[in-house]
Nanobody, 116 residues
């Protein structure tokens, strides 16, 4: 499985961005996908996750009500709609995929910068 993120960029506080994560390869082996982020000097943290079967979602408390994770199984693509962005959301955002027979796979990351 290979993952490619896109959609990052520079936005002012209060603005919105939508990230995409396109999966290729043995995508049938993916059971769960997620978005993580890592700010300078900080550990990587989970932002949101979604199952590819039932579409169950979960979010970090810091993004609840502002971010929405979704997936289009037909396109093998996952999205992260980010609204009401804050400067503290600035980080490199990574896409992750895993499954019962798939060790965790990471994308290359996409930079999100929120200016105040």
């Amino acid at each position: 499985v290979q993952l490619v993120e896109s959609g990052g960029g520079l936005v002012q506080a209060g603005g919105s961005l939508r990230l995409s994560c396109a999966a290729s390869g043995s995508t049938f082996s993916i059971n769960v996908m997620g978005w993580y982020r890592q700010a300078p000097g900080k550990q990587r943290e989970m932002v949101a996750g979604i199952t590819t079967g039932g579409g169950s979602t979960h979010y970090a408390d810091s993004v609840k009500g502002r971010f929405t994770i979704s997936r289009d199984n037909a396109k093998n693509t996952m999205y992260l709609q980010m609204n009401s962005l804050k400067p503290e959301d600035t980080a490199v955002y990574y896409c992750n995929a895993a499954g019962a027979r798939l060790s965790p796979v990471w994308g290359q990351g996409t930079q999100v910068t929120v200016s105040s």
